[in-house]
């Protein structure tokens, strides 16, 4: 018998949210909705297991939230919230938990505090609902005038998780089909079994509607800190070669530049300035010249790599601009190429990304076109 299982909803198509991607899988912070929802149970150690239900159109975007968590495979929802559940439970016949907490993917907020009170709170009673006192004064409305005051002591705001053992809900559901209720509490109280109020924690939203998802964005950004830093690299032309990397990007040139990798001057710049600004050290620490793997490797896998690390810490990368400091080759032609590249390779949108070329008026090092020097800054945000 499994430990607590968790089943995520995320069949729902968002009609209150309005347009075509469904509301799980827009972004929030550089992760979809329901990549957040997933993290949070898939990392915690109480649960043994967890499993989506999907719309049978969103497994590619299903796919992409759930890379590289640890999940059970997921299964097709139905019409309805209720129904979706219902499917889902029926699922984890074979696993048989003892306990079933079953949380809406629209949630991205859930906290591990939230999740113990209601597993705890299933070792006492065959149900346990999240949820916070109404705060305001609740109204009765009539033709647009006010027509009674509700007393709102004992009024609740139901959240998710709610938890169950599971034998129960399984049963409970499959005893009110037809009926249409709008949380699985609802589905317990028909069985007559007990739910226990446990706190749940008001930063625990559903999104419902696209100003919901703008709100969640100002909480998440309150939540983080950006942290910005600067890379600096230099390499020497080499007559040899007759191609320059930049950005990715291949240049004819008379020359090459001269290095262990592909010597992409501004690649490296810019995963120095990435990896700065989440204090991960510099790109010879991680990809030391001196290790045979990276003897002419593409320099896009170093950011890549710098990117990587920026998710591994729930971050993300805010903006990034790149200075290529050389007489020649003319940079200008490539710039747009240069930027898409960058783009790409830190999965950002191109808005974030800025590439810009200068000469140095024939002075220095790069003036005499000896070689090429590169700066870059890097802004990320990390959750505090
Ligand atoms: N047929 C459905 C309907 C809803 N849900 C899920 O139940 C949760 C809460 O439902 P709700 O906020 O109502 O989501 P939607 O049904 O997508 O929204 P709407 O009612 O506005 O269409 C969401 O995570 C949603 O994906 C589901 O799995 N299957
Ligand atoms: C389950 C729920 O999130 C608890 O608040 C809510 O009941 C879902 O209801 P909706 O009508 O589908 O938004």
């Known amino acids: 018998m499994a430990k607590t299982v968790v089943l995520v909803v ?11 991607l469904p509301k799980q899988y827009h972004d929030l912070a550089g992760r979809m909705v329901l990549r957040h929802t997933l993290a949070a149970f898939a990392t915690n150690p109480e649960i043994g297991a967890v499993r989506a239900v999907i719309h049978p159109d969103d497994r590619q975007l299903y796919d992409m939230a759930a890379a590289g968590l640890n999940l059970l495979e997921p299964v097709h929802g139905g019409e309805t919230r209720q129904d979706s559940v219902r499917l889902g439970l029926d699922s984890l016949k074979d696993l048989a938990p003892a306990k079933v907490l079953i949380h809406d993917g629209a949630r991205p907020f859930i906290d ?10 299933l070792d006492r009673h065959p149900g346990a609902l999240p949820a916070v ?11 647009g005038f006010v027509a009674d005051t509700v007393d709102r002591s004992n009024l609740f705001r139901a959240q998710t998780p709610q938890g169950f053992r599971y034998a129960d809900i399984v049963a409970a559901h499959h005893a009110v089909i037809g009926l249409e209720l709008t949380d699985d509490a609802a589905v317990a109280e028909k069985a007559g079994l007990a739910v226990e109020l446990v ?53 004819p040139h008379e020359s090459g530049l001269e290095g262990h990798s ?30 045979a793997r990276w003897k002419g490797a593409a320099s896009d896998q170093f950011l890549a ?15 990034v601009d790149v200075t290529v400091i050389c007489e020649r080759p003319k ?12 783009a790409d390779i830190l999965g950002i949108s191109q808005d974030r990304v800025s590439v810009k070329a ?10 005499r076109q000896e070689g090429i020097a590169a700066q870059a800054m890097a802004s990320v945000w990390l959750p505090r």
Do not use: Q
């Open 133 to 143: 006192p109404v705060a305001d004064t609740l109204k009765k409305g009539k033709d």
């Open 10 to 20: 995320a069949a729902g198509r968002g009609r209150r949210f309005g347009g075509d």
């Open 305 to 319: 790599h710098a990117g990587s690390l920026v998710a591994a810490k729930g971050g993300r990368i805010v903006n």
């Open 112 to 121: 591990h505090g939230t999740i113990g009170r209601v597993i705890r709170a």
């Open 199 to 251: 706190a749940g924690a008001e930063d625990n939203v559903k999104l419902t509607t696209a100003a919901d998802l703008e709100r969640a964005r100002h909480l998440f950004e309150g939540a983080g800190e950006v942290r910005s830093a600067s890379g600096y690299d230099v390499h020497r032309f080499d007559p040899a070669k007759k191609t320059v990397w930049l950005c990715g990007i291949e240049i």
């Open 262 to 291: 592909d010597a992409d001057v501004a690649l490296h710049a810019l995963t120095d300035a990435v990896l700065g600004a989440i204090s991960a050290g510099d790109i010879g620490h991680h990809f030391p010249p001196t290790d």
């Open 331 to 342: 940079v200008g032609p490539h710039r747009a190429a240069m930027a898409a590249r960058v």
């Open 358 to 367: 200068t000469t140095t008026e024939g002075l220095g090092f790069t003036g």
